[in-house]
């Protein structure tokens, strides 16, 4: 079972950056893509950002491209969100989540597509 934790949220205020991470423990995923999403209460959990397991490829939402930016460490166990020029609509609970990634597939997008999930940290954006 891959266990993931994320950290780093907090309030800021608008305009205000903050990093998030997403730390994989217990069995090990050498092959797993990693995804953020984020969820308000009421609302569907919205895809943030993705990266491929071996970190070549990303893929951002329109909503928050030019201002986050998704990258993880070189042994691919810690993933980071980091975001610029928040805004108050990304306060949410931001969920970091991970799923084996086939060779050649492409970064899985949807909520669905993900096996594995942490459990979610809240980001407060102050208006």
């Known amino acids: 079972q891959v266990q993931l934790v994320e950290s780093g949220g907090g309030l800021v205020q608008a305009g205000g950056s903050l990093r998030l991470s997403c730390a994989a423990s217990g069995r090990t995923c050498s092959t797993c893509a990693v995804g953020w999403f984020r969820q308000v209460p009421g609302k569907e959990r919205d895809f943030v950002a993705a990266?491929?397991?071996?970190?070549?490829?990303?893929v951002h939402a329109d909503s928050v491209k030019g201002r986050f930016t998704i990258s993880r460490d070189n042994a691919g166990l810690t993933v980071y969100l980091r975001m610029n020029s928040l805004k108050h609509e990304g306060t949410a609970v931001y969920y970091c989540a991970a799923s084996h990634q086939a060779y050649g597939s492409r970064v899985p997008l949807i909520a669905n597509e993900y096996v594995y999930w942490g459990q979610g940290t809240q980001v407060t954006v102050s208006s």
């Open positions: 990266i491929s397991w071996t970190g070549i490829n990303t």
